[in-house]
Each structure stands twice: as C-alpha cells, then as structure tokens.
C-alpha cells in the first residue's frame, strides 16, 4: 500500500518540529540535493530540507552547514533561497554562494547552485570556477572555509555536477567527470575536495566513477566503499526515485544511486576536516522499499519512530526524483590553554610546581564531531618539564603539573608553551607567562648579630609581683630574598611563674618580633629562678616552609626583704651589737640617728629597742 502524501498542516508540523532542532554548532554537514527544477511540491521541499536540519538518523543532530543543488534555473533559484530561509532552524541564515548559469544550462534542466550556512562557513568569491563537462551543464568548483579558524587547512573545495543522463552515454559522463578531475589534481598534493551531485552512473564499475577513484592529487574515496551498490541488497545506498509513477517527476521507483558523495584523502584521513565514518546516508531510505515508492507502506528510516519516518518519506516522494545525500564532517580542534595559581613566593629547595590545564573548545553535536586535540607542553625559564598527550573535549580537561626551578634565590619570569600538532588546529601556539620569586629559609635567632638559637633572658623582680616585658625575636640577614618568620608556639613546663601575654609575633622581617611575657613572682624564693622555655618557629607559609626550635633560659631574680635599719652592723639581727653603736654615737649624729633629727637621743634608742631581736 501507498500512502499518499499528508495534508499541508501535517507539513506544517514536520517543518515546524525541525526548525527547532539544534542551536548552531561547529562540526559541518553536507547536504547534495537534485530537486528537479522546482518540479515537485514547494512545501515538501521545505519539509525535507528542515527535516535535515533535524536528522539524528547518525546520533546527532545540527544544522546543514554546505547545501548543494542541481537543476537549479535563474527563475527558480529565488524560489529555492525562499524554501531554503522557512526550513532554516533558530539562528541558522543561509547565503547563497557564487551561482553562475547560462541560457544553455536553464534549457538543460539547469545549474548547480550553493548555499552556506554564514554562522560556520564563508565562501573565497575568488576561487569559484565553471568547468566545461562536455554536456549541456557545467560543473561548479567553491571554495568554503571554517569561520573561526586561521589556517589555511580550514578550508574545502566542493565540487558540484550533473553529468549526463542516460544509458548509452557513459564516455560523455567520463568526460566530464576527467575535466573535474583535471581541475582538482592541479590544486596539487593534498587537496582537500568534495565531488558531488547527480553523477547518473548506473554501475561501479562506469568510467566516470572509475575516474573520481583514481590514483593522483585528487583521488577520491567513497565513504560507502567502491563495491557495487546493484540490487536489492544495496537498496540503502539507491537515491533515485522515490516514486513509481511519472508525473511531472521522473519515476520508477528506488534503484539506482545517481546521487553521490565522494571525497579526497586529506578529507577521509581522521584529521583536521575529515568525514565521520558511518555519518553518509541517503536521506530517509530505509533499504526496504527497492524498486518503490520509498513511501509504500511504513518507512523505517527512523526505527524508533515511524511516524516521523513516514512523514519524511511522504514529503521525499512528493519533492523531487531524487532524495538527498548527507554526509557529516568533524572540525578541527581549538585548542585552549589555561595556567592555574603560581605561588608568587617559595622557599630555596622547594618542591612546587605549575598546573597547566588544556582542553578542546570546538562546539560540535558529538565527540566525534571534531579532531582529536594533540598537545605539547613545554617549560622555560623557572618552569621545568615537558608533557604531551591528547585533551578532551571541553569541559573536561587534561592538566600537566611543571615543576618550579626552586635551587637558587631569585625572581623568575618562566614560560609554559603550548603546542598543537593537530591538522588545522585553532590557536596552534599558547604561550603561558608567570612570575615567582624564591627566597632563602629564614633564621631565627635570640640575637642581632648572629644566629643564636639557644639563648638566656634575666629578669628582675620584687617578691609577690607581676611584671610584663618584651623578649626580641629576630629573623637574622633578612632581606627580600629571604622568608619572614613566624613565631608559632612558646612552651614553658606546667606551672611556669612565666606566661605569653597576647599572640605571638609573624611576619617578621628586617625588624625584630617581641614576645610578651609575664612573670610573676609569688611563691619564688628570693634570689635567682631559671625557667627555661622553647619556641617553635616557621617560615612564611608558602610551598616548602620549614620549622625550626629554639631555647630560652628566663632567669628570675627575686630581690630579698629590705634591711632593718637599727640592725646597723647588717648581721641579720637587732641586738647588743647595735645598742653598743646607738651609745658609741650619743648625743651627737651618726648612723645611729633613726629618726633624722641630728642627734642620737632616747628617741633612736626607744626605736631600737622596739625591734630588739
């Protein structure tokens, strides 16, 4: 059973899902296309032109990036632009390229004619060429490349023709496809082109095929193999014709494939531009309507929808005689190199390092949607190593650590470069700049004028007192090129009469840090008190800091109790001894006038006798 074509609100439905299908993506898709000069349905063909905007047949879908056409007039090509802007997705605009036909190519069902996707590809005007194929129809050479990409490897030839029809003309069609030929191997070694159209060779083996796969600068390959694409077991590859019945199109249903997809080694290898395998199809055939209407009964293109296949194979019957090919092509990388935190300062003999992180920035549908991203790393001056490797596709990343020269005191101005080796790469050098400097341990020390890491404080005190004074802590030889110190733990046994009185000192540079300590007298025995602390010391925190300890012994010195004045001869006691010096000095003055008057009396002596003993 045929099912007919649907109703222009079932197109509708079909341009409209496919017109929101994908946002602008980097990978490029190609779309070869004969409409048949207009001759089909208007609104089918803008239905099969926004579905392969929509087609997720290979896994993914984006829009349609090159679209080629045959049998296009100068009083159709306005109508064709038309179609082409109403199937065209959110932020896709289309351009047609260089378009050049003759009176004697409309009269012979027409030119071939290129649009572009503006918002991926540009077109070099310069570059385009007509070639003479010996037919009524020349073909076109353009020249497109990848917008935002510098190399020059970014860029692709595309050829378009439509070869003569018919059994029977075969070294006409040979002729043609020798003078494209021709065109491309004069590009020289590695060209990187596309032969399409409707070649209209019936067999693999016709000369006009043969021609595009042989040996020289232009050699093609085809992305379906060179085998036979004859019968129902190659009924997948047919393009030509979607219908059995002639009306206005040509019938006969779908059995030959006409249409063809062919491109050069430098397209085919994996690298830079370069086809995705598996990613050609013939637009909406299923491999199950051989000799048919490629709409007879349900259509399978879509397995897991068949609803939407057969409404692609409704729109594809009624739009031309023959259905499109379309083939997908990933991009080169971008590379995108990032230098993380660099210690700005660092200790002699550290172990540092740097953190390079790279990553593929190209915006496509799928992985296999751009090259892979080949880098290399490299270390200079103050940075140390190399690294190579393959970074994935953003936001994933790969990261390389480059160590830091770290052996001698200095400032540094190192450089990590990054380089690609991938075929048409983006940003195919990074140069990375830093900055660190690396300083000397400091060295702590009790003293200005050498290192001293054991030390002694003497402190006087009054019995039962507190007393606060400051302790200096020095970070001898400093200068720019040396570490500031911290002062990070002071220590003392339990019980100590000796306390840390606020935080202790950091940063300490040219200028001496101060401890504060406490001590407190009570219950210390008069005379000398050692007390003997530790302090744990560190460099600045930065990468390689190391601790270092010192000691302090704090010697307390408790004075005694006051000497009693009438105990003049100091022995310890007021007695006889003394009473004996009162009456040696009586009545006049001496040491034995306690109270001030001038003269030893009664009064000095009722003082001395109140503190006998």
Known sequence: MVRHMPNRSRLAIIIAAASVAAPALGQVRVLNYNYAHLGGDPASIQAVLAAAHADNSVGWAKPVDVMMFQEVTGSTVGTLQSLIDAAAPSGATY????????????????????????????????????????????????????????????????????????????????????????????????????????????????????????????????????????????????????????????????????????????????????????????????????????????????????????????????????????????????????????????????????????????????????????????????????????????????????????????SFSPQALVTTSSEAAQNPSIALSSAFTVVAKSRPSWRVDAVATTGSFAVGINPNATLEVDIPLFNYGYSANQSKLDADFWSTPFGSPVQVVGSLPLAIGANPGAIRIRVNSAGLPSGLTIVNATLLTSDENVPGESDASLSLAIGITVAGPPPQPEDFNGDGAVNASDLSVLLAQWGGPGQADLNGSGTVDGIDLGMLLSNWG
Not at 264 to 281: K, N, S, V, W
Request: aromatic letters at 8%; one cysteine or more.
């Open 95 to 410: 351009a047609r390229a260089t378009f050049t036909t003759s009176g004697n190519e409309d009269s012979a069902s027409g030119a071939q004619c290129a649009f572009y996707r503006i918002q991926t590809i540009s077109e070099t005007v310069a570059s385009h060429a007509d070639i003479s194929t010996g037919a009524s129809r020349n073909a076109d050479r353009w020249l497109f490349r990848l917008n935002g990409y510098t190399s020059g490897a970014a860029s692709f030839y595309v050829y378009s023709m439509h070869l003569k029809a018919s059994l029977g003309y075969e070294d006409v069609r040979e002729t043609g496809a020798l003078a494209v030929r021709a065109n491309a191997n004069a590009l020289g070694v590695g060209v990187r082109a596309i032969y399409l159209g409707d070649f209209n060779v019936y067999i693999n083996t016709e000369p006009a095929y043969l021609a595009f796969i042989a040996s020289g600068n232009g050699q093609a390959f085809d992305g379906l193999g060179t085998g036979s694409w004859a019968g129902v077991a190659n009924a997948w590859k047919h393009t030509q014709s979607p219908r059995l019945a002639s009306t206005g199109l040509i019938g006969g249903g779908m059995d030959d494939r006409f249409d063809i997809h062919l491109a050069t080694a430098a397209l085919t290898d994996g690298e830079g531009i370069a086809q995705i395998p598996g990613a050609y199809r013939a637009f909406g055939n299923d491999g199950d309507h051989f000799d048919t209407d490629i709409n007879a009964g349900n259509n399978s293109f879509y397995p897991s929808d068949i609803a939407r296949s057969n409404a692609l194979a409704d729109a594809l019957r009624e739009a031309s005689d023959h259905i499109p090919v379309i083939v997908d092509y990933q991009v080169p990388a971008v590379a995108s190199a990032v230098m993380g935190v660099v210690p700005p300062r660092v200790i002699q003999g550290a172990s540092a390092s740097a953190q390079v992180t790279i990553k593929n920035m190209a915006t496509v549908a799928t992985p296999l949607g751009s090259d892979e991203l080949d880098y290399s790393v490299a270390g200079s001056g103050g940075f140390v190593g190399t690294a190579t490797g393959v970074a994935p596709l953003a936001p994933a990343l790969a990261t390389v650590n480059l160590a830091m020269a770290t052996t001698s005191v200095g």
